[in-house]
């Protein structure tokens, strides 16, 4: 074809480190390849967040919009929004042994927050 450029076939050279590999061998490298570049991408996610995820999750946990909003801004408020707003909530159900939606109304009204912060700034995740 005319105007096209013949490309140098270098398959074989640029092959040569895994010609030897078996395919379980193969299988396990691709796999290490994939762990390797995908783990930036974890850590990442675990290490930043947003409020619109943040608000995301607690509706998935059964709050409404309008309950949301105001776990994510208490906190925003208190440095806690890194923690992950759901599992703040989740936290206090626990060691409160309270219904879940119930702590998370109650934290609406301004309970629970001062223990939130106890519990998560002693460095527990």
């Known amino acids: 074809m005319k105007g096209n450029?013949?490309?140098e076939d270098d398959f074989n050279q640029r092959r040569g480190h895994l010609a030897n590999l078996s395919d379980e061998e193969l299988k396990q490298r691709f796999w290490k390849l994939a762990e390797?570049?995908?783990?930036?991408?974890?850590?990442?996610?675990?290490?930043?967040?947003?409020?619109?995820?943040?608000?995301?999750?607690?509706?998935?946990?059964?709050?409404s919009s309008l309950?949301?909003?105001?776990?994510?801004?208490?906190?925003i408020d208190r440095g806690l929004i890194?923690?992950?707003v759901g599992h703040v909530v989740y936290?206090?159900?626990?060691?409160?042994?309270?219904?879940?939606?119930?702590?998370?109304?109650?934290?609406?009204?301004?309970?629970?927050?001062?223990d939130a912060v106890a519990i998560f700034k002693g460095g527990d995740k």
């Open 36 to 63: 390797d570049a995908v783990k930036p991408l974890l850590e990442l996610a675990r290490t930043h967040t947003t409020p619109s995820v943040e608000r995301s999750v607690l509706l998935r946990m059964g709050f």
């Open 5 to 7: 450029l013949r490309r």
């Open 82 to 84: 890194g923690k992950g």
């Open 91 to 114: 936290r206090i159900s626990k060691e409160k042994n309270i219904p879940l939606r119930q702590v998370g109304l109650e934290m609406i009204d301004g309970k629970h927050w001062d």
């Open 67 to 75: 309950e949301a909003k105001p776990l994510v801004e208490g906190a």
